[in-house]
């Protein structure tokens, strides 16, 4: 996973699934490998078998949000994160993939057809994203290489408080 390569993680979370069904860091790691390798069918099984054993596994329910986003449900992909903030209060990878989520948001939200209210949509969509990327930070976040470059956070790239996160600063409230 490091190293991003994801089908070799796969393998290895596999391997450590035949050791112990039960682990669910290794469910929720193997369906964010697959969600990386754009695998959705698989990818939610696992989070769903993670979530199973462990309903506090915050990979899982961010990873599953992310697919139920790229798949077009945007608001119920939305809904499921933001109904599991509350269990996840100081965990700095839900914040980050919380913002991931948004990313995705924005992404399908611009890609929908024009609507008088898209613009509004997607500043209310970045807030949100760049409100968990300063908590991820604040956190302890710090692999800012990995974020500069994680499609995800594609659509927030071009802000003026994404360029500020990604410096090691959130001193900065303006989009």
Same mark, same amino acid.
């Given at each position: 996973v490091q ?5 070799e993680a ?36 696992d989070f769903? =078998?993670?979530? $199973? ?6 990979? *899982? !329910? %961010? ?6 986003? @790229? ?46 209210? =898209?613009?509004? $949509? ?6 949100? *994203? !760049? %409100? ?6 604040? @956190? ?36």
């Open positions: 190293n991003e390569q994801w089908n796969v393998e290895a979370y596999g391997l450590a699934l035949e050791i112990d069904p039960e682990l669910s860091d290794a469910y929720s790691g193997r369906g964010h490998c697959r969600l990386h390798l754009e695998q959705f069918e698989p990818a939610v099984a769903r =078998r993670a979530l $199973r054993s462990n309903p506090y596994d915050s990979l *899982a !329910v %961010t990873g599953w949000g992310i697919v139920v986003v @790229r798949e077009g449900d945007v608001e119920r992909g939305i809904r499921m994160v933001e109904e599991a903030t509350g269990k996840f209060p100081h965990d700095l990878l839900f914040a980050y993939n919380a913002a991931c989520v948004y990313g995705r948001a924005i992404e399908m939200t611009l890609q929908g057809p024009p609507s008088a209210d =898209r613009e509004a $949509r997607v500043a209310e969509l970045q807030e949100k *994203a !760049v %409100t968990q990327l300063r908590l991820a930070a604040e @956190r302890g976040f710090n692999e800012l290489d990995f974020m500069k470059r994680d499609p995800d956070l594609a659509p927030l790239q071009t802000l003026e408080a994404f360029q500020q996160i990604v410096k090691g600063s959130d001193e900065s409230d303006s989009r």
